[in-house]
């Protein structure tokens, strides 16, 4: 018992000479338990520098009820109200559709907003993210079904080469199919 309250005292002093905040914790206090019912601790936890507690100062650790896991689950929760407007969010795999580029930079070109360059910056990505929502859902929805049908086409073309030449025409729709597999099935990860 000794031993262990001696490790303790010793990783409190590391903690304290490099500078270290350990943070407030809310649910759970400890967070690791043995299942034998008198085996537990607190384990985990995260260490921040002043620094960090200076520009973030509503910082807390959170423990939930633990799962399946012998550890609960530490999440580092910062109050939300200090970190000012929500950013425009979008999926990653937006860029990777046909034409992304073009309907943005249209967008962006047909707002004349006068004022400041940080001031315009900030407005119009909000102007734009209407129509965006809408041009996303048109390009993205029902991908399972475009891949369905493109992979359909290239078999029937597939087929129609095992028998006889397939026309210059087809030969391009062909590689203009595969290429299109390839970008609706990286899409479709991307979003999923």
Same mark, same amino acid.
């Given at each position: 018992?000794?031993?262990?309250?001696?490790?303790?005292?010793?990783?409190?002093?590391?903690?304290?000479?490099?500078?270290?905040?350990?943070?407030?914790?809310?649910?759970?206090?400890?967070?690791?338990?043995?299942?034998?019912?008198?085996?537990?601790?607190?384990?985990?936890?995260?260490?921040?520098?002043?620094?960090?507690?200076?520009?973030?100062?509503?910082?807390?650790?959170?423990?939930?009820?633990?799962?399946?896991?012998?550890?609960?689950?530490?999440?580092?929760?910062?109050?939300?109200?200090?970190?000012?407007?929500?950013?425009?969010?979008?999926?990653?795999?937006?860029?990777?559709?046909?034409?992304?580029?073009?309907?943005?930079?249209?967008? @962006?070109?047909?707002?004349?907003?006068?004022?400041?360059?940080?001031?315009?910056?900030?407005?119009?990505?909000? !102007?734009?993210?209407?129509?965006?929502?809408? @041009?996303?859902?048109?390009?993205?929805?029902? !991908?399972?079904?475009?891949?369905?049908?493109?992979?359909?086409? !290239?078999?029937?073309?597939?087929?129609?080469?095992?028998?006889?030449?397939?026309?210059?025409?087809?030969?391009?729709?062909?590689?203009?199919?595969?290429?299109?597999?390839?970008?609706?099935?990286?899409?479709?990860?991307?979003?999923?």
């Amino acid at each position: 018992m000794v031993f262990r309250q001696l490790d303790a005292d010793m990783f409190n002093e590391f903690i304290e000479d490099i500078f270290l905040v350990d943070l407030p914790i809310y649910g759970r206090l400890l967070t690791w338990y043995r299942g034998d019912g008198y085996s537990i601790s607190r384990l985990d936890r995260f260490l921040m520098s002043d620094n960090w507690c200076s520009v973030w100062p509503n910082c807390v650790q959170v423990a939930p009820q633990r799962g399946l896991s012998d550890h609960v689950p530490l999440v580092l929760h910062v109050d939300e109200d200090n970190w000012g407007p929500r950013p425009l969010q979008m999926l990653k795999c937006s860029a990777n559709l046909p034409d992304y580029a073009h309907f943005v930079r249209e967008r @962006w070109c047909s707002f004349v907003i006068d004022g400041w360059g940080g001031y315009v910056v900030k407005v119009k990505p909000k !102007m734009i993210k209407g129509g965006l929502k809408v @041009w996303h859902q048109q390009h993205t929805q029902n !991908m399972e079904g475009r891949i369905g049908m493109t992979k359909a086409r !290239m078999s029937s073309l597939d087929s129609k080469g095992e028998v006889s030449d397939l026309l210059q025409e087809e030969v391009e729709e062909l590689h203009e199919l595969s290429v299109n597999l390839h970008s609706f099935a990286r899409i479709q990860t991307t979003i999923c």
